[in-house]
């Protein structure tokens, strides 16, 4: 059983910046992909940015040059560095792992395609 846990996310004006940590739970082996994506009121959920294991990044047009992706592999954590925030930034925030092998009952197993719940982020003009 693995969990993905998001943290940081809140209320900051325009310009600021928040830091989003979402840390996988478990007796993890590993984690292949890893990536970001918002859903606003009344909007599709769309991609914010994506990481590979060995550390290849993409970015949706709205946010390059504003938002870094990385992660830990050591701590099994993938982190979004968002700053000079927008209004339409503001969203649902949410973490996604595309495969994550971990152990149980020392036989390993794999979770595809695991999200968190979400942490909000609101950004006020």
């Known amino acids: 059983q693995v969990q993905l846990v998001e943290s940081g996310g809140g209320l900051v004006q325009a310009g600021g910046s928040l830091r989003l940590s979402c840390a996988a739970s478990?007796?993890?082996?590993?984690?292949?992909?890893m990536g970001w994506y918002r859903q606003a009121p009344g909007k599709q959920r769309e991609l914010v940015a994506t990481i590979t294991s060995r550390g290849g990044t993409n970015y949706a047009d709205s946010v390059k040059g504003r938002f870094t992706i990385s992660r830990d592999n050591a701590k099994n954590t993938v982190y979004l560095q968002m700053n000079s925030l927008k209004p339409e930034d503001t969203a649902v925030y949410y973490c996604?792992?595309?495969?994550?092998?971990?152990?149980?009952?020392?036989?390993?197993?794999?979770?595809?395609?695991?999200w968190g719940q979400g942490t909000q982020v609101t950004v006020s003009s």
């Open positions: 478990g007796s993890i082996s590993s984690i292949s992909a």
């Open positions: 996604n792992a595309d495969r994550i092998y971990y152990y149980t009952d020392s036989t390993l197993r794999g979770a595809f395609d695991s």
